[in-house]
């Protein structure tokens, strides 16, 4: 394939072991979560610049929209090409549990199928998310934008962030398309970190995403060191049919062929 693929492989390396494919429990055996919010929640959605193209929309889905999506998830979730631990090149698994659609991510490299587990074609990237995807670029920067009328997006990293997980500060590298990323949580609130372009050190922007909200980043932001260090416990909405955690759908235009 025309990417960037051997060049990032050369020079990260990869880890001889694969993922550790994970699975779901049923929702009848999710425990109960007394401290989550109601699921009646009032919505007050308000867009707010965070950094050059970076974009922040509180309660950008209603609960019907989120459930949707967590039920999807627990569709693609499903063997083959299913939920996994990632291993990056120096053997560590990703405390983060990831599907992939479209294309296949493993760090630090996309393939066509999922090379780090049981080598089954990825699934495909569904339309109702690329619609949905597009939307959101819409919500960030105006449906008349440029961004909004060219964004073509081809794959989504889904990551489940259960009890303890977090993910560092890095950046989205491996795609050679400048088009925006768009990220929507569901589930626990996670803080959300921004640093810089070329510093992944202070100061930061922090920012705390709740179920339903939505961030884009693109434009002079589109490769900004980022990460989750902190998800809360027990502080999304119940009944949306996830193990405690948060859920993050990040969908991009890969510029792959």
């Known amino acids: 394939m025309t990417t960037s693929d051997s060049l990032v492989r050369r020079r990260f390396g990869r880890s001889r072991a694969g993922g550790v494919p994970t699975a779901l429990p049923p929702t009848e055996f ?25 974009v922040h929309v509180s309660a950008w889905l209603d609960l019907d929209a989120q459930r949707a999506l967590v039920d999807d998830f627990r569709r693609w979730a499903l063997p083959p090409a299913g939920l996994r631990h990632a291993r ?20 630090y490299a996309y393939s066509r199928t999922a090379d780090d587990g ?14 949905l995807a597009r939307a959101a670029v819409a919500a960030a920067y105006g449906s008349d934008s440029d961004e909004a009328k060219a964004y073509a997006p081809d794959a989504a990293i889904v990551n489940l962030y ?3 997980a977090r993910l560092g ?15 929507i949580s569901l589930g626990d609130t996670c803080v959300f970190r921004l640093a810089g372009i070329d510093r992944r050190t202070g ?26 260090p902190r998800v ?15 859920l993050s759908i990040t969908v991009r235009e890969t510029g792959l062929v």
């Open 162 to 164: 259960t009890a303890g």
């Open 30 to 54: 999710l425990p109960s979560r007394q401290l989550a919010l109601p699921i009646e929640e009032a919505r007050f959605t308000t867009r707010v610049p965070l950094l050059p193209g970076v």
């Open 118 to 131: 049981d080598g089954a074609p990825v699934k495909p990237l569904p339309s109702e998310l690329k619609n």
């Open 232 to 246: 809360l416990e027990d502080s999304g909405p119940s009944a949306l049919g996830l193990p405690s955690g948060r």
């Open 88 to 107: 990056v090149p120096s053997g560590h698994l990703m405390s983060v549990q990831s599907v992939c659609l479209g294309w296949h991510w493993r760090p």
């Open 203 to 228: 100061p930061f922007t922090d920012v705390e995403l709740r179920s339903g909200d939505l961030l884009v980043f693109g434009g002079p932001s589109r490769r900004i060191y980022h990460g989750v």
């Open 169 to 183: 500060l890095h950046q989205d590298a491996e795609e050679p398309s400048e088009a925006p990323v768009v990220t």
